[in-house]
Each structure stands twice: as C-alpha cells, then as structure tokens.
C-alpha cells in the first residue's frame, strides 16, 4: 500500500513522503499492539474478579469485556450489562450473595476497574505509545466523539498521533529552511 502511495508522488517528495509514511505506520502498529495489551489486560483483571465472585463462564464473559472496552463507551456498558445478566442467572456466588447481590457486585467491579483504566492505564499506556501528553489524547477523544460519534472515538488516538508526526516534521522543515537561509 505505501509503495503505491509513494508512486503517486513526484520523484521530489518521495524520500519525504516515504519517512513520513514510515513515521505513521510506526505509531498505527504501536497503537494497535497497545489496543492488544489494554484487551489482554482487561480480560485477565476481569477473569480473576469474576472467578474469585464466582460468576459462571467467567473467562468468556472476561474475553467478551476485554474487546468490548476497544468500543468507548457503550462497549463496556454493554459487557458491564451481559456480566450482570449472567450473574444473575448464575445463582448464588462463592460468597453466599443472592443473584440480585452478586450482579450489583458484578456491575461495582465494572465500574471500578472502567475507572482505573480510564483514569490510569489508558493514559499512561497510550501516552507511551504515541508519545502524546495524556490531556491531548482526552482532548481529541472529546474532539473525535463530537466530530464523528463513536467512530470519532475509536479513531481519534491514532489520528492525533498522525497529526503529531505530520506537524513534528512540518516543523523540521522549517527549521531547516531557516537554517539554510541564515547561512547563504
């Protein structure tokens, strides 16, 4: 795909273009292995608590949690929902809790873990990957949501990234002419 990218743009542009694009396709593959992490990890925290609840199918629903989260918003409501459901339709708990009980324990442990990653993780983790300060990634998920919905939501980490890495590099070559121009 960059090959045809870069046989669309004059012979000129072409080292530019080729650094750029390799610039980009660095921070799209940090951010998606950093989307496998957060989903990996998501699953196992969620595996434990709900094994240690004692909620049936506990791994599939810590699986099913850890793909929905890649979803702002509703992906996680919806798991939290599912979880919930389960639990109740499961019975009793290792705890001796009543289904209605355990579920609202269910939906508590959502909640609480939604919050550390949000708060914690996803920051830090997508902050390292993309080298973006945590307020810039809040500020385009707000600005990506308002733009374009929960397309906007999921897409807008990576975008900012791109922004970044185009600007960065804008930036370099202006320096570069200044540079040039100072010392003719």
Same mark, same amino acid.
């Given at each position: ?33 950093g989307q496998i992490f957060l989903v990996i990890l998501i699953s ?22 850890? &793909? ?21 339709? #499961?019975?009793?708990?290792?705890? #001796? ?41 809040? &500020?385009?998920?707000?600005? #990506? ?21 185009i600007f960065e590099y804008s930036m370099d070559l202006i320096e ?9």
């Open positions: 795909m960059f090959d045809r990218i870069i046989n669309l743009v004059p012979n000129k542009y072409k080292i530019e273009v080729d650094i750029l694009l390799k610039k980009i396709n660095s921070i799209l593959g940090s951010y998606l292995r196992l925290v969620l595996f434990i608590c709900l094994s240690v609840i004692g909620v049936k199918f506990a791994l599939i629903l810590a699986i099913f949690s850890g &793909f929905a989260e890649i979803v702002p918003i509703i992906g996680p409501i919806f798991a939290a929902t599912v979880a919930a459901i389960v639990a109740y339709m #499961g019975g009793q708990s290792n705890f #001796g809790w009543d289904p209605f009980q355990t579920a609202i324990v269910v939906v508590i442990v959502y909640t609480v873990v939604r919050q550390i990653q949000d708060y914690l993780i996803n920051p830090y983790i997508m902050g390292k990957i993309t080298k973006l300060h945590p307020l810039i990634i809040l &500020f385009a998920v707000i600005a #990506g949501e308002h733009v374009a919905g929960i397309v906007g939501l999921i897409l807008a980490v990576p975008i900012a990234g791109i922004l970044k890495i570069d002419k200044e540079i040039e121009e100072k010392y003719k």
